[in-house]
């Protein structure tokens, strides 16, 4: 049994555990989908390309879409706004597509809110905090102050790790990938209420 209206995999977990080299290592492998491209008031970076990476918008805009409830979720992280254009989001769903969102704990809680089922979540982290250090100081991204406060908010977001339908330790980019194809194959899978009820309609009709 399987249903048409698309599904939605949601990938939290801390800055530099690896996310987005796993959904650039699966995406030829888990069919038709569409990644939620965020919109964020935060600087855009050297290499970044508008419309590709983030959508780049002052805080008056980002305020304003709020006001006007554009966004399936958004939150304020190290002093920027980040955020999920509600509309493209619906319409990847309705073509049947595998909604794919690389978002914060509390992007994950507004989500499941609202799309909950058809939602299938992943927390991604390294091995252990040392990991994680190693790979924030590597990238030469960020200012020390902005690292430490990634790892900050690291420490807290591994409590909530058992909010999460899936663990993914990405000590192995490969292995890692490999589990995370198996889960995207499952989400696809899951199904809304609605349809339960429908189906289990059917199944009492007189025969």
């Known amino acids: 049994m399987n249903h048409d209206t698309g599904a939605i995999l949601v990938l939290s977990g801390p800055s530099g555990a690896g996310k987005s080299s796993l959904i650039k290592k699966i995406e030829k492998e888990i069919g038709a989908y569409y990644f939620s ?27 304003a879409d ?8 958004y939150a304020k992280v190290h002093g920027n706004y980040y955020g999920t254009s509600i509309k493209p989001v619906k319409k990847a769903l309705k073509e049947g597509k595998l909604v794919i969102f690389d978002i914060d704990v509390q992007g994950h809680d507004a989500v499941q809110k609202r799309l909950a089922d058809i939602t299938t979540s992943v927390f991604v982290t390294t091995p252990t905090l040392c990991e994680l250090k190693q790979r924030l100081n590597a990238r030469g991204t960020d200012a020390q102050e902005i690292i430490d406060g990634r790892i900050d908010v690291a420490k807290r977001e591994v409590q909530r790790i058992s909010e999460y339908d899936y663990l993914v330790i990405n000590d192995d980019l490969d292995e890692a990938a490999a589990v995370l194809v198996n889960i995207a194959k499952a989400a696809r899978m899951k199904i809304p209420s609605i349809k339960i009820n429908e189906f289990v309609l059917n199944w009492e009709d007189i025969c």
Do not use: A, C, M
């Not at 709020?66 to 979720?73: G, P, S």
């Open 66 to 73: 709020i006001e006007e409830e554009n966004f399936l979720e």
């Open 37 to 63: 491209i965020s919109t964020t008031t935060r600087p855009i970076r050297e290499g970044e390309v508008e419309g590709v990476h983030y959508y780049f918008v002052d805080r008056e805009q980002f305020e």
